[in-house]
């Protein structure tokens, strides 16, 4: 009788211990998700256009003009003008060498991308029949792994951010001016993320420089606000002028492989460019963020 007692009793405590085991994983995601709510939200997928082999490492896009994207990829130095209309690259600008180039802004007649290592490189009337093509060191190295780069027409200025170490601390992502008035960069960043930001607590890293990665950055043509790409955890990050985080859109993995070209069109229509993976293609989506 009382070696049976022992045995229920036992079995009534493992079942209490597993009850308590549940109830702490779900209280763990219980503040998990309500810690993550207020900034995660949702998007939808107007349109999607399947690019050419040349484009399946698509690293950078800048919207053009009538339905037209310029894209460039990692390997080749050359600025490909996708037509959205009909479905193809319809034309070829080439600048440079082979070269790991990773951001792209056009201005005008004038096209500058940007390579890893934070060279700038201006491609002069990049359409014409004898482009000029003129290089600019930054502050910035290989190790700072540079992959943002975006027109500013209020400060008539290239933006740039480190997707790894920032020139200063680990503790923030700096966004910093490269002046077309001056052909320099200013010394003193203009904003900066703070990955100790709340809005940033899902995606902590115990590498702080590691919590947000930016792969490319549009600015919106009517608000101003930022619209910052991730591609090693894909996400996009909403941040208005002043610096403040208004919002972070997860992506799906399967959808967006590694996405690190964004722009948007003169109707302010967002586009996000996300590279192939090996037995896919590179693509092009029109997006519209809820």
Known sequence: MGKQLKIGTIKILTVVGLLLGLLAIFMGFSR???????????YE???????????????????LSNDKIAAVQD??????????????VTEEYKFGDFGDYEGL?????????????????????????????VVY????????????????????????????????SDNYKRIYAFSLDTY???????????????????????????????????????????YILEATRPKLMVMDPSGKISAIYPFDRHL??????????DDGSLYISTEGEKKSRG????????
């Open 105 to 133: 802004a056009v201005y005008g007649e004038d096209a500058f991308v940007l390579r890893s290592d934070g060279a700038i490189f201006e491609v002069k009337k990049f359409k014409g029949p004898r482009p000029e093509v």
């Open 32 to 42: 998990n998700w309500t810690s993550t709510d207020p900034i995660e939200t949702s």
């Open 137 to 168: 060191k930054t502050a910035f190295s290989s190790k700072n792994n540079m992959e943002t780069l975006v027109f500013d027409k209020e400060r008539n200025s290239l933006l740039l951010v480190p997707k790894d170490r920032d020139l200063k």
């Open 184 to 226: 320099e960069m200013a010394a003193e960043p203009i904003l900066k993320i703070d990955l100790k930001d709340v809005a940033l607590k899902p995606y902590f890293q115990k590498n702080k420089f590691k919590t947000f990665r930016p792969s490319a950055m549009a600015i919106h043509p009517d608000t101003g606000d930022m």
């Open 256 to 265: 967006f492989p590694q996405p690190e070209g964004i722009t948007f069109g």
């Open 75 to 88: 390997e080749v130095g050359i600025i490909y003008v996708y037509d959205l209309k009909t479905n193809r």
């Open 45 to 63: 997928i107007l349109q999607k256009w399947e690019l050419p082999p040349q484009l399946r490492e698509i690293s950078a896009i800048a919207w």
């Open 283 to 290: 693509v092009i989506y029109k997006v519209s963020l809820k």
